[in-house]
């Protein structure tokens, strides 16, 4: 993948809403815990949740599960220091619904995950000289699960969960660049660098890294995830949030995002 004579870009994927629909699991589950740990009184709706979302700083599902338990219960009149959460029965509770019941076998949520890519659109990238991997909020099993058994993928190239901070540090991403950066002889230090994803902290993640290594250009695109194109209000909502934290564009699938556009746009 790596031996081109010309590499144009290096594209980074995010993976949760860009290359699986996850409004029926990682967001169910999200729903259910809270609704577990608040006594079955507040389930959030992906309104809700998108809105969460919308701060660009509860990339972890977990502990967005937390915060909207802890905000349910300050309506209530409640403290945290009252209600006495344990983020790891939090944690437990999740993956018991997403990973399923099994530690030695998935069949929660994650198994009716919709893919929104094809492995013949990264063919298409490579045919075209570009670099690609993906970094991830998702746990490395997760990731490696759609990447490799869904996808079909060899060994891709990706930063998850365990491997950096949580978006919107850029410190992941970094990482990602260097990984595919390597065994590429000559490569131009200061190659066009995308970041596609569908969250508000995916785009501050690239406003970050602009920040911190200006003399890349970097360049954030926005994907709009399924469950928010149900309606003109919610799509026009959405991306002009995406935009708002510095997308460039804002596609309806990660795959209009073709060699050609992805000329245009460096």
């Known amino acids: 993948m790596n031996q081109q004579k010309s590499i144009p870009a290096i594209v980074v994927f995010d993976i949760d809403g860009?290359?699986?629909?996850?409004?029926?699991?990682?967001?169910?589950?999200?729903?259910?815990t809270v609704e577990h740990f608040t006594?079955?009184?507040?389930?959030?709706?992906?309104?809700?949740?998108?809105?969460?979302?919308?701060?660009?700083?509860?990339?972890?599902?977990?502990?967005?599960?937390?915060?909207?338990?802890?905000?349910?219960?300050?309506?209530?009149?409640?403290?945290?220091?009252?209600?006495?959460?344990?983020?790891?029965?939090?944690?437990?509770?999740?993956?018991?619904?997403?990973?399923?019941?099994?530690?030695?076998?998935?069949?929660?949520?994650?198994?009716?995950?919709?893919?929104?890519?094809?492995?013949?659109?990264?063919?298409?990238l490579t045919e075209a000289g570009i670099l690609w991997g993906f970094f991830s909020g998702a746990t490395r099993a997760s990731a490696t699960y759609v990447l490799q058994e869904r996808l079909s993928l060899k060994s891709p190239v990706l930063i998850a969960m365990e491997d950096a901070?949580?978006?919107?540090?850029?410190?992941?991403?970094?990482?990602?660049?260097?990984?595919?950066?390597?065994?590429?002889?000559?490569?131009?230090?200061?190659?066009?660098?995308?970041?596609?994803?569908?969250?508000?902290?995916d785009m501050y993640t690239v406003e970050k890294a602009r920040n911190i290594e200006s003399n890349c250009t970097w360049i954030g695109v926005g994907v709009l995830p399924p469950h928010v194109q149900e309606t003109e209000e919610k799509r026009a909502n959405y991306t002009d949030s995406l935009k708002k934290a510095g997308a460039t564009i804002v596609l309806s699938n990660v795959e209009e995002l073709t060699p050609g556009i992805i000329q245009e746009l460096i």
């Open 165 to 201: 901070p949580g978006k919107p540090d850029p410190t992941g991403l970094f990482s990602t660049i260097e990984l595919l950066k390597n065994g590429v002889d000559n490569i131009n230090s200061s190659l066009p660098i995308i970041y596609v994803g569908d969250t508000v902290a």
């Open 39 to 124: 006594a079955q009184a507040y389930r959030p709706t992906a309104d809700d949740i998108d809105c969460l979302k919308s701060e660009g700083v509860w990339n972890n599902d977990w502990e967005g599960s937390q915060e909207l338990i802890y905000r349910y219960f300050k309506t209530q009149g409640q403290s945290p220091e009252q209600i006495k959460l344990d983020y790891n029965s939090i944690v437990d509770f999740f993956q018991s619904r997403y990973r399923g019941h099994d530690p030695n076998k998935l069949m929660g949520y994650i198994c009716d995950e919709p893919l929104l890519l094809h492995s013949s659109y990264l063919n298409q």
């Open 18 to 32: 860009g290359i699986r629909d996850v409004s029926g699991s990682y967001r169910r589950a999200l729903a259910d």
